[in-house]
C-alpha cells in the first residue's frame, strides 16, 4: 500500500529549499500531503500571502520542477490557538498518513506522542533559503528572486507581492 | 491563460453525481479548484465525514475516473458563519480564479455581486444522486454504494463510515 | 444631567412598531441608543440586511420623522453566544445609560439582576408590526411596504432586498 | 496505582440519576473526574444553569450523599464546536485517567478509537431522572423536587432557577 | 445625491488631531460613518477605553464643535483577525459609502484594491497630537488635556481614566 | 453562611508561594475556588502545562499539605479577549462567592467596580517562589525542585516537562 509522508510549512513565500525537500521526502514516500499553515492569515508581515496564493505557489512550482500532483496533495489548515489539540486538528484535515517529515523538535515530540513516526528531512543552506530571509531582501531591495523557483517569483508579481511586503512594513492602520 | 472554474460542495460524502458535475465543469475550464466546504466540521449527523477524508473520496475518484489531478486542486475551506464576507472568504483560500460553477440561486447570486462570472451545471437525475439521500440509505440499511464511485465506497469502509453514520443517528452525548 | 435610555432590536427591518417606539422613549429618555443587535449577520432568512444597511434605514427614518439624530445614538453590537456575559458585553458597547426599555420578560430580568432599571414600552398592534411579518409578506409577494416608513422601503429596493430575501428561502447552499 | 475514571455530562441540573451513577462508578474507581460540559452556556433553555452553579449542584450533593471531595474532581469544560478534536479536547482539561463511565454510543466509540477503556452505567428509570424531565416539570409547575438531591432544590431556589427556565420560555429577545 | 466618507481609528482616547480631521474631511463629504475599530477592546494598555465610551467621547467632542450629528454616524466594528477579509467585513458594518480618508498605505492599497477612493487627510503636527503619546503623558503624570477636546478630559474623568490607564501599565494579573 | 473566596492564577507550575497563600486564605474563608485561568492553553513557553495537568498539581499538593479538598474547588477558566466582561466571566465558572484574595492592582480594581470585596496576601519572598522563575531554571537546568510541593516536581517528571519546557525554546514550528 502507498506510503503517505505529511510536511507542514507555512511557505511565506514557497522557495528553493521547501522544494529541495519534496524532492528528498517523495524519495521516501509514495504519496505527499504538503500542509499550508496559519491558512487564515495573509496581509501580514510574517504571512504576506493568503492561502489561495501559497497554494498556487506550490502548484506551479511542482509542475516547472516535473512533480506530479498526482503524488503531491496541497491542503490549506488554519490554525488552532489551542496547542495541545494541534495533531488531531491537523489529522482532520489530512486523513490516512503514515509519517511526518520535520527537523523541528516540538512538532517531532507531539507527533510521536500521538503515536506517528516523525523523519528528519536534510536541508540544505538554511539560513539562505529561508522565508524569513526572503522577505527581508524583499524589504531591503535585494535580490530575493535567486531563492524561490521561477513560478513563485512570477506570481509574487502578478499580485505585486513586493508592494504588498514594503506596505505591511509601513503602515500603521490601528485595526489591521 | 488557463481558465480556472471554482465548484464548491460539502460532499458529505462525494457521489456519482458531483463527478459528472466534475466532468461537464472540465470541458469548459482547464483548472478546477473543489472546494471543500465546511471543513471544520465532522462527526455529526449532516456532517460525518473530516475534511481530510472528504479530500481523499475526491482524490481517489478522479483516478479511478482517469481526471489528472494536474488540473483539479482540491481545497478544504472552513465555515465562516458571517455570510457577507463569505465570497472574500472563499476567494481567500483559492487564488486566481475566473468563474463559479453553481445552480444555487444564491451562491449565484453573491458571487455575481462581487463580479464573479457564473455557470450553471447540468446535473442529472438531482433527487437520486443526492449525499442527503446517501446518508439516509446508510441508515436505513439501504442500497448506497450504487450512488458512488467504487473508491468513496472503499474510504468510507475503511474509516468504519457506516458504524460512523449510524451512531450520530443514536447518540445523546449532551455536549456533541 | 440628560437621562440616557437603551432600546434593543434586530430590526430585520426597522419598522413603523419600532419608529412608534423610539418617539414614545423620547418623551421619557434626553437621550436614546439603539442597538442594534445580531450586528454580524446577514444573507440569512432571519437576519437578511448586515447592520450597515440596518443602521443606515433607522437613520433614514429618524430624518423623516424629524427625530433628531443629536438625541439618538445607533450602536451595531455583534452577538456573544454565551447569555450569562450579555449584559456586560452590551454595556461594553454603549457607555453611560440609565434605563432599559423592554418587553421581553426575560431582557428585563437580567437587566433588572445587573442593577439596571427596566421601562415598558406601550406598542400598538404587535402582531401586524412585526420583522417576521414583514419578511413573510416579502416572501409571499403581499403588501410589506405599508409597514414600513418610507426611507426603508427605499433602502429596501436599493440593495434589492426583497429578491435577497426570497433567495435566502431558495437556497440549498450547503455553507451558507 | 489509583484508577481514575472520567463522568461527562452537562448536569442542567445534576439530578438523583446523576448522583446513583457516581455512586456506582466510585465502586470501580479509586478517584472520579466529572465534566460539566457545555461550560460556557446559561440562561439558554437547555441549559439554564451556569457552570458554577452546576458546580456547586454537585459538590453539595457529595456532601449531602457523604462522598468525599477527596475522591471527586469537578472540572468545566467549554465545548467545542468541532467534534473531531472532542477526545483530546477534554482530556487536555483533565490530565491522567484509565477509564471512560457512558452509556452513549457515539461517545464510547470516539474515546475507544482514541484508545480509552469504556465501561457502561447501569442506570435506573431513565425515563424519570432526566434533565429534560426536569425542566419540563419546573416549566409546567410540576413536583421536580422529588427528581433532584435536596442541595440541588436548594440552589436552584437561591438563584431563583424556577423562575428563570419560565422566562427563558417567554421570551423573544432576539439576540438571546 | 449624498457623499458619504469612511473615516476609521481606535480613538484611544479621540483627541485635537481627529476633531480637526473629521472637520477637513465634512468639507469634502455631506456625511461622514466613523469608524471606532478594535471596539471589543477595553482594558489593555494599547485599547483603556470600551467602545461605549469612545463613542460617547466623540458625540461630546462633535456637540462641542458644533459639528451636527445629522451628518456624522459613529459605528464600533470589532476587528477580525484575518486581514483578507478586512475591507468587506468593515463595509459590512457601514452601508453605502462614496471614498476613504486615511493617510496609511496599506489602508488605502486594500480599499483601492477593492475598488474604493482613497483621499489623503490633511493632519496637523502628528507627533504631538496621537494617542500613543496622550497615554504615555497620562502614565507620567505630565499635561495631557492639551490634546483632547474639552469633553472628552470631562469623560476620561467620569470613568477614572486615569487611574485606569495607570493599573493596566502595573498589573501582572496573567489571565487579563 | 459559609464564607467563599477565590483565589486566580495560571499556575505554571503551582508553587509553594500558591501554596502559602492557599493556606494563608484559608484562614480567613471557610472554603476556596482555585480559578486555573488560562485553562485552553498548553505546550506554549508561557504556558507549558494542560489544565488538567494543572489541576492535578494543585490536587495532590492539597493532599500533600493536608489541606482537605472538602473546602477547596479548583475549576479551569478559558481567558476572555475581552477584557471589559473578564469580571462577569469568570465569575459565571464560579458561582456564589464573597470575596478575592489578590495582590494585583488591576484585578482589585475590576472586582471592587462589580462590587467584589478585595482582600491582600501577605505573600512571601515572591522574586523566587514565582512560575517564571521556576521556568526559567528548568531551562537553565538549575534546582527549580526546591521551589515546588513534591508532588508538583513528580507530576512534572510523569508528563517529561522538562523535556517539554526544553522543546519549546528550541522549536521554531511557524504554526504552532
Do not use: C
Amino acid at each position: 500500500m502507498a506510503v503517505v509522508g505529511l510536511y507542514i510549512g507555512r511557505f511565506q513565500p514557497f522557495h528553493l529549499g521547501h522544494l529541495e525537500a519534496v524532492k528528498l521526502i517523495l524519495r521516501q514516500a509514495d504519496e505527499l500531503v504538503i500542509v499550508v499553515g496559519s491558512a487564515q492569515y495573509s496581509h501580514t508581515r510574517k504571512n504576506p500571502f493568503t492561502a489561495g496564493e501559497r497554494i498556487m505557489m506550490i502548484r506551479e512550482s511542482m509542475k516547472e520542477a516535473e512533480i506530479s500532483l498526482e503524488r503531491v496533495q496541497i491542503t490549506p489548515v488554519p490554525d488552532v490557538n489551542v496547542h495541545g489539540i494541534w495533531v488531531t486538528h491537523v489529522s482532520s484535515y489530512v486523513g490516512k498518513y503514515d509519517l511526518v517529515f520535520s527537523n523541528d523538535p516540538l512538532t517531532s515530540r507531539l507527533f510521536r506522542e500521538a503515536g506517528v513516526k516523525v523523519e528528519k528531512i536534510p536541508f540544505f543552506n538554511r539560513e539562505v533559503y529561508s522565508a524569513t530571509e526572503i522577505r527581508k531582501r524583499v524589504l531591503l531591495n535585494q535580490d530575493w528572486r535567486e531563492l524561490v523557483p521561477r513560478s513563485v517569483s512570477r506570481i509574487i508579481d502578478s499580485v505585486e507581492g513586493v508592494d504588498r511586503i514594503r506596505m505591511l512594513f509601513q503602515t500603521d492602520n490601528p485595526t489591521l
